[in-house]
C-alpha cells in the first residue's frame, strides 16, 4: 500500500469512529498531545522519552509530544501544534491534521485531548534534554502484532495491565490508553 493509501484509510477510520467525550472541565487541567504518523517503509509512530532526571514527575515515561494548554492559546488543537514544535522542532505547515482521538484522563486530574495527524518529516528533530531524552519511531504493525498478541484487540484493558513494549522502552498509562483507542479505532492497516 502506499502512502496516500495509509492516510487515507487511516483518516476514513479515525473522522467516522466515537471517541471519549471531555470530562467535567471544572475537575481537570486541559492538557493536550500530538499522536504523529510518519512514513519510511511503513506507517509508525512518533513517541518521546521524558527525561531521567531525578525529582521530574515524568521520568523515563513514554508519550506523545504534548503538554499544558495555555490562556493564550487560541484552542487545545492549537496547543497541540505550539507543544510539538516546542518538544521536537516539527512545525504544523509540516503535518497533514486528521483530527481528535477524544480525551483521556490522568491519575494526576489531567484531561488530555489527543489529536493525530501525518509528518512529512521535512523538519529536523530537535529537542531539549532537560526535557526528553529521546525521540522514537515505533512501526504501528509492531503496536497492532502486541495489540493483539497481549488480547487487547476488542476490550478495553484497565489502565494497570495495559502496556506496549518495544526494545528497551514500555509505553504505560494514559499514553498506552490512547495508543490502545488509536489501534482500536485504526486496526490493522497493513493491509
Known amino acids: ?23 467535567d472541565p471544572a475537575l481537570f487541567k486541559p492538557t ?14 512518533l513517541f518521546i522519552r521524558k527525561a531521567d532526571r531525578e525529582g521530574y514527575v515524568w521520568r523515563n515515561q513514554m508519550a506523545f509530544p504534548g503538554g499544558h494548554v495555555d490562556k493564550t492559546d487560541a484552542s487545545a488543537r492549537q496547543a497541540a501544534f505550539r507543544e510539538l514544535y516546542e518538544e521536537t522542532g ?15 484522563q490522568t491519575v494526576k486530574n489531567r484531561d488530555i485531548q489527543a489529536f493525530t495527524g501525518v509528518w512529512n518529516r521535512k523538519d529536523d528533530l530537535v529537542f531539549d534534554t ?4 529521546m525521540v522514537l519511531e515505533i512501526p ?3 503496536l497492532w502484532q502486541t495489540h493483539r498478541e497481549k488480547g487487547y484487540a476488542g476490550h478495553n484493558p484497565g489502565v494497570m495491565e495495559l502496556t506496549y513494549p518495544y526494545k528497551d522502552v514500555v509505553i504505560w498509562g494514559v499514553t498506552a490508553k490512547i495508543v490502545h ?11
Not at 500530538?34 to 509508525?44: D, G, H, I, Q
Not at 516539527?90 to 483521556?104: A, E, K, P, T
Open 130 to 133: 532537560e526535557e526528553i531524552s
Open 90 to 104: 516539527i512545525v504544523s505547515d509540516n503535518v497533514q491534521y486528521i483530527g481528535s482521538l477524544g480525551h483521556f
Open 32 to 45: 493536550t498531545v500530538m499522536a504523529l504518523f510518519l512514513f519510511s517503509r511503513e506507517p509508525a509512530l
Open 1 to 23: 500500500m502506499n502512502t496516500s493509501s495509509y492516510i487515507e484509510k487511516i483518516h476514513s477510520a479515525i473522522s467516522s469512529a466515537a471517541h471519549p467525550p471531555p470530562p
Open 140 to 142: 504501528f504493525e509492531t
Open 181 to 191: 483507542h488509536l489501534l482500536e479505532v485504526v486496526g490493522d492497516i497493513s493491509g
